[in-house]
């Protein structure tokens, strides 16, 4: 007997309607341990490009606020974003957008980093480092920072549904 | 002085707007050599992974005649398909059909082969080899070989203008 979930709750986790429908076929998990496992077979390995560019697009700019239209994700998404955000000074909030746009230019997504715990300058740093990229390895990389967000993603989800089951009990 | 071509001239090598639009601003060429080296630039390190999967779109499903609207691309296209075509059977045209259908499924785009002197029996069987792949590894794999066919396509293309440039001489 394992944790049983909805579609939209996977969705929160990443906006790929694809891998939402993968997993929820692929629930109850008996831990978290085991989404997670499953998580990374389906993302790395059966959702295709497409999914992977539909997930991407589920997110805010770095240094914005969420416009995602389901409320869980644009929530976490603002905790991910809380130490940027403590960290921004006006110059660097606009740097940040500036090579935002331009990473947008080059590569047709947005820049995409697993933000928790990073400040403005170290994700400005790191977005300068993978500039230079080819087009695919940096489309592979964003996959992976993905991924990184999604498990944290997972961990919540998890950590909600147990505190619920023991209220319950 | 080299040979000047025309944007149209280059999305019916590749169908993407980016690439043929960054080969008219790098062009004129002076060799076909120079247009290729230029061609591999651009199209592993400059257009963005929506080009890729635009310039897939623009193929006809292999076994099948091509819905381009770009004429030029569309006669190509069956010159390239000619071997498989001649070796082709009705069984094994079933069978190509339907593995192609597996395909899609699975990586969100067409299955792409430089099919030049390819047999049917061989792209088939080039098809189920590639189809257990995953969908990152594959689509670079397609965009290499989307790179081949743009590469007889640029032969082509300087073979045509230099007929016509040595016709007016």
Known sequence: MGLQFEEDEFLACCGSTKFAKEMAKASPFSSLDEAVTAAREIWFNQVDVNAWLQAFSAHPQIGHSSSSSNATSAQWSKGEQATALATATNSSLQELSEWNAKYRQKFGFIFLICASGKSTDGILA???????????????????????????????????KENVTSTCN
């Open 126 to 160: 790191e977005l300068k480092k993978r500039y230079p990229n080819r087009p695919i390895a940096e489309f592979e990389i964003a996959a992976q920072e993905q991924m990184k967000i999604t498990e944290l993603r997972l961990v919540k989800l998890f950590s909600t």
